[in-house]
């Protein structure tokens, strides 16, 4: 079975600083990958995804993942946070093809940007 | 409405209580799933229906724990005899398709308190 783990629980950013989120995952064969958000309040929506050719993927507000097979990671990044970031941000993995439908999740890390 | 909605967004049962969570996906989405998410951490795969058919139920955490979707579309988890470590929040997500690379859109959620 497929487990993914995010190092990094809780993350405190000044405006206009760099981020990078770790997650690795195990898995034996191929993946699709999966950067979710949850804002405050609201409900979890997919930040980016990864399924195939370019290994690094540009998602929505600025953010980039970086696919690296053989670090069997899935690291996020974003060059210069802004307040309305802050958030928990979780990376999820679906086996590719047939070998399963359901997304596993990451423990999730919590992002906070001070202004 | 255009996302997936759950009702009631929360619910406060007293131990050995029956409670059923209902959820309504995007129209037109044939893959519909449900994950459990304790406090603190990432969501976890309880079940999956393709239409109406159940394919796989390995995460749900006893037998207490019962899901259907009769006609394809709205779909019900229910909980039976509820215990304190059946707290937490409940989400259905459905994609489009049964294609692992398919996005999931996430509904607000369920919050359970087992008191």
């Known amino acids: 079975a497929q487990s993914v783990s995010q190092h990094n629980h809780h993350v405190i950013l000044s405006e206009a600083a760099s981020l990078e989120l770790g997650c690795n995952y195990s898995?034996?064969?191929?993946?699709?990958l999966f950067w979710y958000v949850q804002y405050p309040g609201q409900h979890l929506q997919l930040l980016l995804k990864?399924?195939?050719?370019?290994?690094l993927v540009k998602g929505i507000k600025g953010f980039e993942a970086e696919f690296i097979k053989s670090k069997f990671s899935f690291n996020l990044r974003k060059p210069s946070v802004q307040w309305s970031d802050t958030a928990e941000y979780f990376c999820?993995?679906?086996?590719?093809?047939?070998?399963?439908?359901?997304?596993?999740f990451g423990g999730g890390t919590r992002l906070m940007v001070k202004p | 409405g255009a996302g997936v909605s759950q009702s009631p967004r929360y619910k406060v049962a007293k131990r050995g209580q029956d409670v059923a969570l209902r959820c309504d996906p995007i129209?037109?989405?044939?893959?519909l799933f449900w994950y459990q998410q304790a406090l603190g951490q990432g969501p976890e795969f309880l079940t999956y229906?393709?239409?109406?058919?159940?394919?796989?139920k390995s995460g749900l955490p006893s037998d207490r724990f019962f899901a259907e979707r009769p006609e394809g579309s709205v779909s019900t988890l229910k909980i039976q005899r509820t215990q304190q470590e059946d707290s937490a929040v409940y989400l259905c997500?459905?994609?489009?398709?049964?294609?692992?690379?398919?996005?999931?859109?996430f509904g607000p959620g369920t919050r359970l308190t087992v008191l």
């Open positions: 997500a459905s994609s489009l398709r049964s294609a692992s690379a398919n996005e999931q859109f």
């Open positions: 990864y399924f195939s050719g370019d290994p």
């Open positions: 129209s037109g989405h044939v893959s």
């Open positions: 898995y034996g064969g191929t993946v699709n």
């Open positions: 999820a993995v679906i086996p590719s093809g047939n070998a399963g439908n359901m997304l596993t």
């Open positions: 229906f393709q239409n109406e058919a159940q394919l796989d």
